[in-house]
């Protein structure tokens, strides 16, 4: 059974970057067929992805955040991780990790989602 | 980029209730989409993917159709665990969400 669970800072403050890590456990990110994503919550509203990696380190973002996003990779240690920079308020929200099947697309793994608050 | 409606935002229903939730994608994107139930404080559960594959483990009572840019996403016989917010996502280019829909108790 595939877990992935979140890692990192609940707090940040403006115009620093907001850095995440998750880690996989019961199966390698090197094993090729699936994507590991970044998607956050803000309060009360919607989902929106933020960008995926494969394990062989290509990366897509989302337009809108591309600027601002680094999503990076290390199979040695089964984790990818998030990197935001230049965050306001409007960044707080909840992070998750998920896993995406590249043959179809969907998100089938997540971790449990963490609260980043962005705040002085 | 594709841009996904869902209709109704909002639903209120029974126990025992059919209930169909419909997703439109601004473009074609043939059956490149998915569904996900969430309940407050949690992770999305993949539902149904490829329009119409039911994930494993889900209930028989969630089912899905649709292609091109017109979805649904029926839940035959409403029961109390269903009571969330359910979310499209299309799967033909970046893999946008839909607004959701939440599904209250009556």
């Known amino acids: 059974q595939v877990q992935l669970q979140e890692s990192g800072p609940g707090l940040v403050k403006p115009s620093q970057t907001l850095s995440l890590t998750c880690t996989v456990s019961g199966g390698s990110i090197s094993s090729g067929g699936y994507y590991w994503s970044w998607i956050r919550q803000h309060p009360g509203k919607g989902l929106e992805w933020i960008g995926y990696i494969y394990y062989s380190g290509s990366t897509y973002y989302n337009p809108s955040l591309k600027s601002r996003v680094t999503i990076s990779v290390d199979t040695s240690k089964n984790q990818f991780s998030l990197k935001l920079s230049s965050v306001t308020a409007a960044d707080t929200a909840v992070y998750y990790c998920?896993?995406?099947?590249?043959?179809?697309?969907?998100?089938?793994?997540w971790g449990q989602g963490t609260l980043v608050t962005v705040s002085s | 980029d594709i841009q996904l409606t869902q209709s109704p935002s909002f639903l209120s229903a029974s126990v025992g209730d059919r209930v169909t939730i419909t997703c439109r994608a601004s473009?074609?994107?043939?059956?490149?989409l998915a569904w996900y139930q969430q309940k407050p404080g949690k992770a999305p559960k993949l539902l149904i993917y490829?329009?119409?594959t039911l994930q494993s483990g889900v209930p028989s009572r969630f089912s899905g159709s649709g292609s091109g840019t017109e979805f649904t996403l029926t839940i035959s016989s409403l029961q109390p665990e269903d009571f969330a917010t359910y979310y499209c996502?299309?799967?033909?280019?970046?893999?946008?969400f839909g607004p959701g829909t939440k599904v209250d108790i009556k």
């Open positions: 473009q074609g994107i043939s059956s490149y």
């Open positions: 998920a896993r995406g099947a590249s043959s179809s697309g969907r998100f089938d793994y």
């Open positions: 996502q299309q799967l033909n280019s970046y893999p946008f």
């Open positions: 490829a329009a119409s």
